[in-house]
């Protein structure tokens, strides 16, 4: 019952909030559509038991991954005329996104109606029946059976990120100003920095 | 409670939700009360460093100061700039509040004093912290101001930078305890020093990581010497500026409830939870909230004494403090823990059920058993 009524309640904003991010006009209002969505989406899996992909769903998408999106719109000066100016001019490529996707939706419907698939594979259950939690299943897989595949993952992950820091990385030109020397900065005392002089009446300032 | 409920005469699912519900009410009532207490204690120690008195007119030694400046707030007007993006503008203290609230789910105040126990408790404490964020960037844009959008970027940008130490630091402790859940991780701390000191934070490898999450967690938490998000002097008051009245007094509720939450965090992770210091019997005697909570305000107390003595620093020291010293630091350090860990065969101790269980899903599957055995 109480099932019943959460899952009705994540699943009916999960797809309402999905809707506001097309039909809200303001883009950061649809960032912000779309981090209830996730969100939401996250409540579907504590619901399922996945409580660990839930956990990483909120950390990853929730708290880092949308955190930039909602930077970059809010900066972005964004100019609503020019925007709906290309609608038509885009139209036909979104509609045949949309027929593609009506398909794959109406594909997923005949398949759920032709029966139950065969997918999980004998492990998997029995990481859920040995009474273990989410994360002990899942580490003894990660870093078990598939621990090259999650090494590979791992490199590929490193090398994209050498990639951004070497793309956006600019060697100090030659004659910019010094480098910050912050040992340098911190070592500084008022001693080095301020000289008491204590100038007689009429001396001091040159008039 | 579920029990109790259920005596009364509702199904179990009933029973359990209204005594959750009820959980909620009273964990919700009593850190609200330990805010205003807390915000009281906050302006007295000040006061007492600065030589002052402090506040000491409403009730006997001021104590009720909170509640009247909290009755003021609500009695005032809210104004709501007319250039500001409302819904967001009013959504944004409400976010900061909730999610400030949320985390103390996971908490437990004693010995299966907790609202609920799950298995990625730390996890659920990480994910809602960096929900954080979205009340202070919703603020500080809907206000459609420079100031309160000059400091959303600042705090935004400082809290997910400290947020990725304050990860690393978790997974040192993480690997110690063998467990994400908060109970199991206090659990784990009996005895660990010595034999008989009950905190983590007695052992080499975990002193300076406790370090690093003290500081990160008053950069966490906007607190000075890293309160740039409001520094007075270059942004008003930060993304609060344009605030008034009950929205900005649930502003202020949420940070001080963010604050008791990392003072908590620091207590249940490294220095025992509700476990005395020592594990010598008699100190069992005294109840366990008596032992969480002292040490709770104890680091509540090293907040306020830091607030008053530090000067505040400036935006490139705490970039790079956050990302050339902890950052290194704590992943050199989770590299070393694990290795020593392995070397003295910690694993093999804490997590001997775990093991076992790795190995009935290696056997039963029939497609690589060999391959598969030589790792675990």
Request: hydrophobic share 55%; charged share 10%.
């Amino acid at each position: 019952m109480i099932q019943a009524i959460a899952f009705y309640f994540f699943a009916a904003i999960v797809v309402a909030s999905a809707v506001m991010v097309i039909w809200s006009r303001n883009p950061v209002h649809s960032v912000l559509w779309l981090i209830l969505a996730f969100f939401n989406a996250a409540g579907l899996m504590v619901l399922l038991g996945a409580e660990f992909i839930a956990m990483l769903l909120v950390i990853v998408y929730v708290g880092a991954v949308a955190v930039l999106f909602l930077f970059v719109v809010m900066m972005l000066d964004i100019d609503f005329a020019e925007m709906r100016a290309g609608f038509s001019r885009n139209a036909p490529l979104g509609l045949a996104i949309a027929a593609v996707l009506l398909a794959e939706l109406l594909l997923a419907v005949g398949a759920y109606n032709a029966g139950g698939l065969q997918l999980g594979t004998p492990q998997d259950r029995l990481a859920q029946a040995a009474d273990t939690s989410n994360i002990a299943a899942l580490g003894a897989l990660l870093y078990g059976k598939y621990i090259v595949l999650f090494e590979i993952a791992g490199i590929i992950l490193l090398v994209a990120m050498i990639g951004a820091i070497v793309l956006t990385f600019q060697p100090p030109k030659p004659g910019a100003r010094a480098r910050q020397d912050v040992g340098k900065q911190i070592s500084r005392r008022p001693e080095d920095a301020t000289v008491m002089k204590s100038p007689e009446v009429g001396q001091g300032i040159e008039l | 409670m579920t029990a109790f409920f259920q005596s009364l005469g509702l199904s179990y699912d009933w029973a359990w939700t209204v005594a959750t519900l009820a959980g909620i009410l009273i964990i919700s009532l009593l850190v609200m009360f330990s805010v205003a207490m807390v915000i009281y204690v906050d302006r007295k120690v000040l006061g007492a460093i600065m030589l002052r008195r402090g506040p000491n007119v409403v009730g006997p030694f001021g104590l009720l100061q909170s509640f009247a400046d909290g009755l003021k707030v609500f009695l005032q007007e809210t104004i709501i700039p007319s250039a500001a993006n409302k819904g967001i503008f009013l959504l944004a203290p409400i976010i900061t509040f909730t999610v400030a609230l949320a985390a103390w789910a996971v908490i437990p105040f004693s010995a299966g004093v907790v609202l609920s126990d799950i298995n990625v408790g730390l996890l659920y404490i990480l994910a809602i912290s960096s929900m954080g964020v979205y009340g202070v960037v919703m603020s500080g844009w809907a206000s459609n101001s420079k100031y309160p959008f000059f400091s959303a970027m600042r705090a935004s940008a400082q809290m997910i930078s400290y947020e990725v130490s304050i990860g690393f630091v978790l997974v040192c402790v993480v690997l110690f305890a063998g467990t994400f859940n908060l109970s199991g991780i206090v659990n784990a701390q009996q005895g660990f020093g010595l034999g008989f000191i009950n905190a983590y934070v007695v052992h080499p490898l975990l002193f300076p990581m406790w370090v690093v999450f003290f500081i990160s967690s008053l950069a966490e938490t906007a607190r000075a010497p890293f309160d740039l998000t409001e520094a007075e002097s270059e942004l008003v008051a930060g993304y609060q500026t344009e605030y008034s009245s009950m929205s900005f007094a649930l502003f202020w509720l949420g940070e001080y409830a963010n604050i008791l939450l990392m003072c908590s965090l620091n207590t249940l992770l490294f220095w025992g939870g509700w476990l005395p210091p020592v594990d010598w019997a008699p100190l069992y005697l005294v109840p366990g909230i008596i032992w969480f909570l002292l040490k709770t305000f104890m680091f509540f107390f090293m907040f306020s004494w830091i607030w008053a003595t530090v000067p505040r620093y400036r935006y490139d020291q705490l970039m790079r403090l956050g990302w050339k010293v902890f950052l290194p630091m704590s992943l050199l350090f989770v590299a070393a823990t694990s290795g020593y860990l392995m070397a003295t065969g910690h694993f093999d101790r804490v997590a001997a059920p775990a093991a076992t269980d790795t190995s009935t899903i290696v056997h039963s599957n029939p497609a690589q058993p060999k391959a598969v055995r030589g790792q675990s």
